[in-house]
């Protein structure tokens, strides 16, 4: 006996560094494979799983940790969803072993009915010995199972020393994976905790865009769910019983799309899947009932439509969705989950969280549209006031006056270049230089315009205009001048029809920018209906001589050019102007190139201060942000809200930033096409680039002062950086 001594002393000595080893290890994975290496160790088998008890009470399912581990790995084996086994409760001997909470131990594995051998067939390991034995948390319930295979040497059995010495360890593993767990839903309730702050956050930053605020709310449900799809579907009418979704978005995760931006456009451009989300009847079964419905297995669901996932492409497996809410309790819109990443179905807990998040969601949602409303209501308010406006025209004085006045030539205004001064000209003189564009390009011959309506006309577009610090009538006739010179340096007058050169050109004086209350709330439409109004009022036809025929198409062209000057469409279709003209494609006799060619020619002149020498190109820069504070100042003072960076007074030195941001990502790519297109326009390009390298300076200046800003010399700093465009000459 004295001679065991020393030998029952090491095995305790080891027995007890298995346990504190394990004890000390809070990470889950790291310790399952502990687990087994030791129990390979202890009972001399060839490999071990282990399996723990996953899912609520009445859903209870055994999945593989690890599976088939050797017990001389020394590296932690990867673990993937695509390796994970799942066995379903009392199923098999493992399911056996878990519902009865008995240990099984099995010389011959194909022996005993309740062994599977499946696994076999797919790994080719054949399954000889077999010792499984149940693993109990504190409470005595079974939170996983212990399988050990092959005893070693081959051919040889676990014994009864096999199961006392697991039945001695497996308890401490019990307590070391109940505290694992516990620590990682502590995280994984700290993750999700935060994510919802992160959410509140999101929501207080923006409440003015709701496109922006659902596409934060999609990645954020992402982040926390860990799904492959999200979706957001809004109600048309939240008062109707009819349940019509007028509004859907949705959001792939980067497992399903590698482009996250393209998904979220290709679902805003109405994909089949987003046709799906419209008529999805489990979201309209949210929305009519407001209660939540959670499809572990959505082919086994009578309420899922199967035939309508096999033609969008995308397999369904789970489903999520829960009603979104606003302030008073009326339901919005449903917010949809598809497919967890790991392949599991949507948890009660998932479901908690999600129907948590949805209510900051709903609220930010609500807080958007009533701001939208808002917005709406003061559009109109101010396009009641722009609609009386449309009725005061000029005096019949002011029309004698320019009637018998001398128009100067084209060369004494210098309208005819690219480099114009936007500034060099008063009110009245404008008009008389409009005159002489007209009269310069032969419209007035051409279309037997009447001298007298056509300056009734242009006197009365002049009165119209706000009285704002840049979108004004000096706006309208600068952008009318940057047609004039383009057409004439260029020589499109030479390749454009009489008819086009005119609908240019009036769409020109009529080009009122996204600033205006109207755009916000009618959009370029609003421009077109107002110069059919004042072309209406008596004695303000220019286009009285034309045919009817004629006034037809030139209507047409009229409103194809002030519509061009919404930014939106440009962004629609400047890729396949810039693809036409970088590969040599641009042909003049096709119809559609020559209505893109107009279109970017409308813009490009709309945006034609940025091509000006840089006094000129600094003062309108002035005016504009200067304008714009004042717009973010109304919505600072009436509609209690933070304004974005371009209309912050108090983000002005940033406004240098904000220019290279715009010369690069609007109006660069914009003129290098058309200098491409024809070469004579290049000083346009080469304006740009000298005033771009000003604005670099500038916005290097900038972060070099707030570099080394400090208490010190902040109220120097701040001095210096007051007005940005004063400091570069």
């Not at 969601?361 to 009386?388: E, F, H, P, R």
Request: charged share 25%; net charge negative; proline share 3%.
């Amino acid at each position: 006996m004295m001679m065991m001594m020393p030998a029952q002393h090491n095995e305790r000595e080891f027995f007890l560094e298995l346990v504190k080893d394990i004890s000390n290890d809070l990470d889950l994975t790291s310790l399952s494979y502990k687990i087994l290496v030791f129990v390979c160790i202890m009972v001399d088998a060839d490999r071990c799983s282990l399996f723990l008890v996953e899912g609520p009470a009445n859903k209870k399912t055994l999945v593989s940790k690890f599976f088939d581990v050797h017990a001389g790995t020394t590296v932690l084996p990867s673990l993937s969803n695509s390796d994970e086994v799942q066995v379903p409760w009392g199923k098999g001997i493992i399911g056996y072993v878990a519902e009865h909470g008995e240990t099984v131990n099995i010389p011959d594995a194909y022996q005993d009915h309740r062994f599977s051998d499946e696994i076999d067939k797919l790994t080719g390991y054949k399954t000889k010995s077999l010792l499984c034995m149940p693993i109990h948390n504190s409470d005595g319930e079974v939170i996983g199972v212990a399988q050990a295979i092959n005893k070693s040497p081959g051919g040889a059995l676990f014994t009864e020393d096999d199961e006392k010495v697991l039945e001695m360890y497996l308890p401490f593993c019990g307590i070391a994976i109940s505290n694992a767990q516990l620590f990682a839903a502590s995280r994984k309730e700290y993750d999700r905790s935060r994510a919802l702050l992160e959410v509140v956050n999101d929501l207080f930053e923006e409440q003015t865009d709701l496109e922006k605020i659902v596409r934060k709310i999609m990645h954020r449900a992402q982040t926390l769910l860990k799904c492959e799809r999200c979706s957001v579907q809004l109600l048309e009418d939240i008062e109707s019983p009819v349940v019509k979704f007028t509004k859907s978005f949705e959001l792939l995760s980067p497992k399903c799309s590698a482009d996250m931006e393209n998904s979220f456009k290709d679902s805003m451009e109405k994909s089949s899947y987003s046709d799906w989300l419209i008529n999805n009847s489990i979201a309209e079964l949210v929305a009519s009932t407001g209660l939540p419905v959670n499809i572990s297995d959505a082919y086994q669901d009578p309420r899922f439509d199967a035939e309508a996932d096999q033609f969008s492409g995308f397999h369904i497996r789970s489903v999520l969705c829960v009603p979104i809410w606003n302030s008073n309790h009326q339901i919005i819109g449903v917010a949809q989950v598809l497919n967890r990443l790991d392949g599991k179905p949507f948890d009660d807990a998932d479901q908690r969280l999600f129907e948590a998040f949805v209510i900051f969601c709903g609220l930010g949602i609500n807080n958007t549209i009533m701001y939208d409303q808002v917005k709406k209501s003061w559009a109109k308010q101010s396009v009641a006031l722009d609609v009386l406006s449309y009725h005061a025209t000029c005096s019949k004085t002011e029309v004698d006056k320019f009637k018998a006045a001398n128009i100067p030539l084209v060369c004494e205004l210098g309208i005819d270049k690219l480099s114009f001064d936007d500034f060099s000209l008063d009110v009245d003189a404008m008009v008389t230089a409009a005159l002489r564009m007209f009269m310069e390009l032969g419209m007035v011959q051409k279309f037997k315009i009447d001298y007298e309506t056509l300056c009734r006309w242009l006197l009365t577009v002049r009165k119209n205009y706000r009285m704002v610090l840049y979108h004004n009538w000096r706006h309208a006739f600068n952008v009318c001048q940057c047609m004039f010179s383009m057409l004439t340096t260029a020589g499109f007058q030479e390749t454009l029809t009489e008819m086009e050169i005119l609908a240019l050109i009036v769409g020109c004086v009529y080009s009122v920018t996204a600033t205006q209350p109207l755009v916000q709330y009618k959009s370029e439409h609003h421009h077109f209906n107002h110069a059919v109004m004042i072309l209406q009022s008596e004695g303000h036809n220019i286009f009285s001589n034309l045919s009817s025929h004629e006034y037809g198409e030139l209507m047409q062209l009229l409103k194809q050019s002030i519509l061009a000057t919404d930014l939106t469409l440009y962004f629609q279709n400047r890729n396949s102007f810039f693809e036409l003209v970088s590969k040599g494609e641009y042909n003049w006799n096709v119809k559609e190139h020559r209505d893109m060619c107009r279109s970017m020619l409308m813009t490009a002149c709309d945006l034609g201060a940025v091509t000006k020498p840089w006094e000129i190109s600094r003062k309108v820069a002035e005016l504009v942000t200067s304008e714009f504070f004042e717009q973010g100042d109304r919505e600072r003072s009436e509609l209690k809200l933070t304004p974005s960076a371009i209309f912050d007074r108090n983000r002005k030195d940033e406004l240098p930033g904000l220019q290279l941001e715009w010369i690069d990502g609007i109006c660069a790519p914009l003129y290098e096409t058309f200098a491409k297109l024809n070469p004579k326009l290049q000083p346009m390009i080469d304006l740009i680039k000298a005033n771009r390298t000003k604005w670099e300076e500038l916005h290097h200046r900038h972060q070099r002062s707030q570099e080394t800003s400090s208490p010190r010399n902040a109220d120097a700093t701040t001095t210096s950086c007051s007005d940005p465009f004063f400091s570069v000459s």
